[in-house]
Structure formats: structure tokens, C-alpha cells
């Protein structure tokens, strides 16, 4: 008799799920190999018969005529693929030219400029008018010195503060019965 935990009904069936799943992913896996070498072949065969097609064997002539022959018939299929690329250069040149056209006609009728990425540069205004002047023009431009003094106003308050002066006297002087007569007779 087996000692130890109990076996649940369901395990034996996980087990035959996960063989399953197994059994079919060496499958697609086989299938997958075999796909993968019959396009391979079908790749060969296909290139095998495009240069079949157009590149023909070579057949070296032995007479001096037949190979000075042989280098025009070359020199002139030379020079045709050399048009045909110059050809479409030419238009792809032509169309790239036409797309920033229509791309900045576009961009002017929406009213949107790309704006460049802009640094923030610390210049003084010295510095500045040189950069925007040359250095052939000599500016000098001290800001501080051009602004104005300013004198403050004087208010109410600040006059009474200096009017009162130190506060000791004002405090002696309204001591005593003399300092509030001399307060009820500035009242009135």
C-alpha cells in the first residue's frame, strides 16, 4: 500500500492534456520544418530560372572580332542601364522637389510655420549689439545707468514719524499735567 497525499481525480486528466499539447507542438513544429524547406526549394527554382531568363551563359568567342563584338553588344546594354538610372533619378529628384513644394504650399495655407527648436542663450545687450551690429560698431549700452532716479512721495505717516522726532521728549513733554493740557488745547 502507497503512503502519502491522495490522488484527486482531475490530475490524471491534466496529464493527458499536457501530452496532448506536446504531441501537437512537435507536430506544427514538423510542419512548420517541412513549409519552411519547400520554400526554400521554390526560392531556388525561382531564382535558378530568372537568370535563367536574363542573364543567358556567357560563351567566351575565340576569334578577335566576335570578342570586340561581344564588349559593344555589353558597352550598349552598359550604357542603357546607365539612362534608364539616370532616368529615374531624375524623376525621383523631380517628385521630391514637388512634395516640398506642396508640403510648404500646404503649410502656407494653414497659417502653421515649423518653428526651429530655440535655445535660450544668456547675452548681455552689449554683447547682443555686437553679434547684431558687427564688430566694426562700438555701442556701449549700461542699462542701469540710463534709468532715473525716483524719489519717493512722502506720505502722511511718514511725515507725522518725523515730525514727532525722538520719542522720549514726546513722552515726557505729555506727562503730567501739562501734557495733557497742551493735548486738549491741540485738540480743539
Known amino acids: 500500500m502507497r503512503l502519502g497525499r491522495a490522488r484527486q481525480p482531475g490530475q490524471k486528466h491534466d496529464r493527458a492534456i499536457t501530452a496532448r499539447r506536446q504531441h501537437l507542438k512537435s507536430i506544427m513544429l514538423q510542419i512548420a520544418a517541412t513549409e519552411l524547406q519547400k520554400a ?72 502653421k510655420f515649423k ?36 524719489k519717493k512721495e512722502d506720505t502722511e505717516k511718514e511725515r507725522d514719524l518725523r515730525d514727532v522726532g525722538d520719542w522720549r521728549k514726546n513722552i515726557e513733554e505729555k506727562s503730567g499735567m501739562e501734557g495733557r493740557k497742551k493735548m486738549f488745547e491741540s485738540e480743539s
Do not use: W
Not at 61 to 78: D, F, G, N, R, Y
Not at 81 to 108: G, H, I, N, P, R
Not at 125 to 144: E, I, Q, T
Open 115 to 150: 518653428r526651429p527648436p530655440l535655445r535660450r542663450v544668456r547675452m548681455s545687450a552689449d554683447a547682443m549689439l555686437k553679434a547684431l551690429l558687427g564688430s566694426k560698431h562700438k555701442v556701449c549700452m549700461d542699462l542701469r545707468s540710463n534709468l532715473k532716479q525716483v
Open 40 to 111: 526554400e526549394s521554390r526560392r531556388e527554382t525561382e531564382k535558378e530560372s530568372y537568370l535563367a531568363e536574363h542573364c543567358p551563359p556567357l560563351h567566351i568567342p575565340s576569334s578577335m572580332a566576335e570578342v570586340q563584338e561581344l564588349c559593344q553588344q555589353l558597352h550598349t546594354k552598359i550604357n542603357a542601364a546607365e539612362e534608364e538610372k539616370y532616368d529615374m533619378e531624375v524623376k525621383v529628384q523631380k517628385s521630391s522637389k514637388e512634395l516640398e513644394d506642396l508640403s510648404q504650399k500646404l503649410f502656407d495655407l494653414r497659417g
